[in-house]
């Protein structure tokens, strides 16, 4: 009796295999027919009066010369101003006096949270930092974002680096103890 079951079962899987067969291993028939593609059927091509290629003004445009302005591209400095010369017509021109450039130096946004501790995974090496806002707790191990703004880089004793995401610039936010309750 078991081995009638057993080649009972046997046929129904061949059956199956050769359904499965058939179904996506069948090649003869087209995947996409003609009727199920839609045709435009006001069909107008661009006009374009010379298809050829504008080899003149490719040519042009490879000759060109580069005349620079004489500005760094790379400083935040103006470029030295020309003077023009001094025509009959045109009032001296008086030299003004360069102004120093205003230095803006970005600054890292503080955590909105306050980092209150640290802890080790057991077993490992890894550091997760503690944070609280106001009733929410989040833990943030290294290298994990903190409110999808801050990264976490660097997880110490008394402090953590970290660095604005958007802006790549970096800060540290120190170890915040928490005050004791009042004693009664």
Do not use: C
């Not at 081995?3 to 199956?16: A, G, R, T, W």
Request: hydrophobic content about 35%.
């Amino acid at each position: 009796m078991k081995q009638k079951k057993q080649l009972v079962v046997l046929v129904f899987l061949l059956l199956i295999a050769g359904f499965i067969w058939f179904v996506y291993f069948n090649h003869d028939k087209p995947i996409v027919t003609a009727d199920a593609i839609p045709t435009p059927q006001n069909y107008q091509p661009i006009g374009v009066d010379n298809p050829q290629l504008h080899n003149d003004a490719v040519d042009r445009a490879r000759k060109t010369e580069y005349k620079g302005s004489g500005r760094n591209p790379f400083s935040r400095e103006l470029p030295p101003s020309t003077q023009r010369k001094e025509s009959k017509k045109d009032p001296p021109v008086v030299p003004s006096v360069p102004q120093a450039p205003i230095v803006v130096t970005p600054t890292v946004s503080a955590l909105p949270v306050k980092f209150f501790g640290y802890g080790t995974v057991p077993n490992s090496l890894s550091r997760r930092a503690f944070f609280t806002d106001g009733e929410d707790v989040y833990i943030v191990g290294e290298g994990e974002v903190l409110l999808n703004r801050f990264r976490i880089l660097r997880i110490g004793n008394a402090n953590l680096e970290y660095e604005e995401i958007s802006t790549g610039l970096r800060g540290t936010a120190n170890l915040e103890e928490q005050a004791a309750p009042p004693s009664q």
